[in-house]
């Protein structure tokens, strides 16, 4: 839920699908994925898809989409120039969204380019096949290859876990919005910064 550019060329649509339908299959999948989510039922409660929306666009927009079949990965690449970019202009934010975008952009890195995993879903029906771990991976391999850091935002200590798994660190305190969930930023640095022997390095 950070804003920035789309990390270019991460990846394209499904195979043989335009890239019109892949942004529509990725808005239905994390719109589903995220029904119970806990920050998503307090910053959009009614309409969740249409914060899908506007975020799947632009990261399609700059290759920054990636799909599967039942699953999506909505990633977005974060410049030294975007922390000095004038606000896009667009819809006012609802009070909600205003507030966790204030709380987030004061701890969210402005001095290193990195990418952002903005979302990252898979549909229910489709949950428990590796769908999100192949996203991940092949998502991180990417930011790997070009040697920057990856920053998320979670709001579970059960995803917290899972992204420890695949190097992400806790980014200093929780942040906890007034009258909603806690939220935890992570960081991970490249592959290639992990010293040998450390056993962090790429396999």
Request: proline content about 11%.
């Amino acid at each position: 839920m950070t804003g920035g550019k789309a990390l270019p060329a991460v990846s394209g649509p499904r195979d043989g699908e335009p890239v019109g339908g892949a942004r529509e299959h990725a808005v239905q999948v994390l719109t589903a994925a995220f029904r119970e989510d806990v920050l998503l039922r307090w910053l959009a409660p009614e309409h969740p898809d249409r914060m899908f929306a506007s975020v799947v666009a632009e990261s399609a927009a700059a290759g920054g989409l990636d799909v599967l079949d039942g699953a999506a990965a909505v990633w977005l690449a974060w410049s030294t120039q975007d922390a000095e970019a004038d606000e896009p202009p667009g819809p006012r934010p609802s009070a909600r969204l205003s507030t966790y975008l204030a709380a987030t952009a004061m701890r969210h890195p402005k001095d290193r380019p990195h990418t952002t995993l903005q979302f990252l879903g898979v549909h229910p029906a489709h949950q428990g096949r590796g769908l999100g771990t192949a996203l991940l991976v092949r998502g991180l391999a990417r930011a790997d290859a070009a040697g920057l850091p990856a920053y998320l935002e979670v709001d579970s200590p059960r995803n917290a876990g899972w992204y420890a798994r695949h190097g992400f660190a806790p980014l200093g305190d929780p942040i906890v919005l007034p009258d909603g969930p806690t939220i935890q930023p992570m960081w991970r640095e490249p592959a290639s910064a992990f010293p040998a022997g450390s056993g962090r390095e790429r396999p």
